[in-house]
């Protein structure tokens, strides 16, 4: 398992955490966000576009005037500069976590610069997800762990990217892993993680889910 950086420590220890309550952590972008459908926005200002052939956006940008590839090397922070604040949220997320909020303790794990820790946090907010955001870099198994290690109940983990969940399969086993994936073209796109323990990419799906298992517990 890897260290957890100080600037990601720091942002752990300032969680109030019931060790009583299951926990459900859970990704932002393009699992309670639809991150690509703002990319695809951003894109089109910059005169490119994304062939959506493969998950990911490394290789896939495209120049509109040529159809080439390019590169942009500066994607994805230009991105959170500039549209953090403008992302959809999914469709049901809001709705489920709010119900699920009864029963369990939510945080927000989500890989984005730091300097957007603020704007992310106004937009989930704006959304009706008013969660503690801890803004993370890297895999995400170290953290999860922490954070789990924290709770005696259930612990659940959704992300949308096959080595953050399969990360935390592998630093936090006894972690509920559920790959999830907002975007309908992308659900095409890739399979469920080696890591996960369910494959589920529908908000009303989701709450079914994690509620039998916690309701099993009890």
């Known amino acids: 398992m890897s260290e957890i950086a100080p600037e990601i420590i720091s942002q752990l ?3 109030s955490l019931d060790a009583a309550r299951p926990l459900i952590i859970t990704d932002a972008d393009e699992v309670l966000l639809k991150f690509m459908e703002r990319v695809e926005v951003y894109l089109e200002s910059q005169g490119l576009w994304i062939d959506l052939q493969n998950f990911g956006l490394s290789n896939n940008i495209k120049s509109r005037e040529t159809n080439e590839p390019v590169q942009v090397p500066t994607l994805i922070d230009d991105f959170f500069a500039a549209e953090t604040r403008h992302i959809e949220a999914a469709d049901g997320a809001a709705e489920t976590l709010a119900a699920l ?3 369990a303790q939510i945080i927000v794990l989500t890989n984005l610069p730091a300097d ?4 992310r946090i106004d937009n989930l907010k704006g959304h009706g997800m008013d969660y503690p955001v801890v803004v993370n870099s890297g895999l995400k198994g170290a953290p999860v762990k922490w954070l789990a290690d924290k709770v ?12 953050n969940i399969n990360s935390v399969a592998e630093d936090a ?3 509920h892993c559920i790959h999830f994936i907002a975007d309908p073209r992308l659900q095409k796109l890739i399979g469920k993680a080696d ?4 494959r589920i990419d529908v908000w009303v799906e989701v709450h079914d889910w ?3 298992k ?4 009890r």
């Open 214 to 217: 916690i309701n099993a517990h």
């Open 210 to 212: 994690i509620t039998r």
């Open 101 to 103: 909020a009864e029963h």
């Open 152 to 163: 005696d109940g259930p612990v659940f983990f959704l992300d949308d990217i096959p080595h």
């Open 13 to 15: 220890e300032a969680l």
């Open 116 to 119: 957007h820790k603020q704007a």
């Open 173 to 175: 086993p006894h972690v």
């Open 195 to 198: 890591g996960a323990t369910a």
